[in-house]
């Protein structure tokens, strides 16, 4: 009895130790979940079926090697991948920033205008979505100004625990209720060209911009201040938060396909009209009852990635600041001045241009897409020229996969520019 008692107590603390190492790979998941896998997923499998379930699980392993290198270059060099970009050129540095504020304010500003319609399923009374909008981005950065670091790492694992059971529930409860497509319904092909602007948007975004590393890095610079990390353990908080998105990916993927695949005529093209007709489809169809809970599986998904997005875009924006200037500076000041920026200049277009907002959300997705080749070699070269422990470095095997990842991305690249500008 007594050895048994202390197993258990060994394997409590060893799950215990195993959830206080996680962190930045958790957050990565967390600011990843948003519109690429609520929309973008759930979309593909609503349009397509299950036609794309391997296309999604083959990107996200083609784009491993590069979001890996954020960890790997931050644990080897204690430099971040902002720090990397400015030491190969101040040119590299100035691309990112420019893309970090233009992504950071739009993508903010679509988050929390996502994230306020969802919200208000929840409420009594009827509010404006730019007042819901001022509610959410009131909670998130009381969150972040309170904690920082500390808070958005604790929520961030109750929002992806609750995230992960509620969705892999919804799948199964789907499974077990919904009909299977009309006879007369014939599913469109994924492999057209009249389906590549589509699945240019889900796989360019898919798990996330490649950037998104960079904000990793940073994250896991801000827990090496907190607590002890080994290589080891940031090398499985990694893997824990990266696979977690390729598999909800594909959670995703089967609610749309269970839910919506041959049961609606059209689909609405925006996030927040989308987010809106899979939760009333889904209380059609399996229950009334069913609505508040798609609605809280949304909200989580969403405000999750608010929170991790503002915190993130801010905490690369501080240090790039940094960097130009090139002089000592306040970061946590910095970190929380370039918060309130971001948060006013979000609040602001969703006051004055929320009718653009779709429009500019587009042009940041295919920004992003473009330079996302881009930002991937950039991180294979700091990874591969950086010296770095045997346990960090890239193995043979990882260095042909990120090749094949770089063939594929610049291809990917060159046939979006020939479909969009020259065919």
């Known amino acids: 009895m007594h050895n048994t008692a202390v197993m258990k107590a060994s394997q409590s603390n060893k799950l215990q130790r195993f959830i206080h190492s996680l962190g930045p790979g958790i957050l990565m998941a967390t600011a990843a979940v948003g519109g690429s896998h ?3 997923s759930t979309q593909a499998g609503a349009i397509y079926g299950w036609q ?3 296309l999604i699980l083959l990107v996200n392993l083609l784009k491993y090697p590069f979001f890996r290198a954020g960890i790997q270059y931050t644990m080897g060099t204690d430099q971040s991948l902002v720090e990397g970009y400015s030491q190969m050129g101040r040119g590299y540095l100035w691309l990112f920033t420019i893309l970090s504020v233009v992504s950071a304010v739009i993508n903010t500003a679509a988050l929390l205008l996502f994230s306020a319609s969802l919200l208000g399923y929840f409420l009594p009374f009827e509010l404006s979505l730019p007042v819901l909008s001022g509610i959410v981005l009131t909670a998130c950065l009381a969150i972040l100004y309170k904690g920082h670091y500390k808070a958005l790492d604790s929520l961030s694992k109750i929002i992806m625990l609750t995230l992960t059971i509620a969705t892999i529930a919804a799948v199964i409860i789907a499974a077990g209720q919904v009909s299977a497509a009309p006879a007369a319904f014939e599913a469109p092909s994924a492999w057209t060209i009249a389906s590549f602007g589509f699945i240019v948007i889900t796989m360019g975004w898919m798990p996330a911009p490649i950037e998104i590393s ?3 890095s940073l994250w896991l610079k801000s827990q090496r201040k907190e607590r002890q990390v080994t290589n080891k353990s940031a090398l499985l908080d990694f893997n824990v938060g990266y696979i977690s998105t390729a598999l909800l990916a594909v959670v995703f993927l089967a609610l749309g396909a269970l839910v919506l695949h ?5 689909l609405q093209s925006s996030g927040i009209g989308f987010s809106h007709q899979l939760v009333s489809m889904y209380s059609s ?3 009334e009852w069913s609505r508040s809970f798609i609605a ?8 999750g990635s608010t929170i991790t997005v503002i915190d993130g875009y801010s905490r690369a924006l501080a240090e790039a600041q940094l960097l130009l200037q090139n002089k000592e500076l306040d970061q946590r000041r910095t970190h929380q001045v370039w918060m309130a920026v971001v948060s006013l200049a979000a609040i602001s277009v969703i006051v004055f241009f929320a009718s653009s907002l779709m429009a500019m959300l587009n042009f940041a997705m295919i920004l992003a897409f473009m330079t996302t080749p881009v930002f991937a070699l950039l991180n294979y070269k700091l990874v591969v020229n950086a010296e770095l422990p045997a346990q960090l470095a890239f193995t043979r095997k990882m260095k042909v996969l990120s090749w094949i990842g ?6 990917f690249l060159i046939v979006f520019i020939w479909w969009k500008w020259l065919m």
């Open 214 to 216: 960079c904000l990793t």
């Open 406 to 411: 770089l063939t594929y991305l610049f291809g």
């Open 38 to 40: 609520l929309v973008a």
């Open 262 to 266: 041959g049961h609606v005529d059209e």
């Open 52 to 54: 794309l379930a391997g």
């Open 296 to 303: 809280l599986i949304a909200f989580f998904c969403i405000f």
């Open 285 to 287: 169809t399996i229950g």
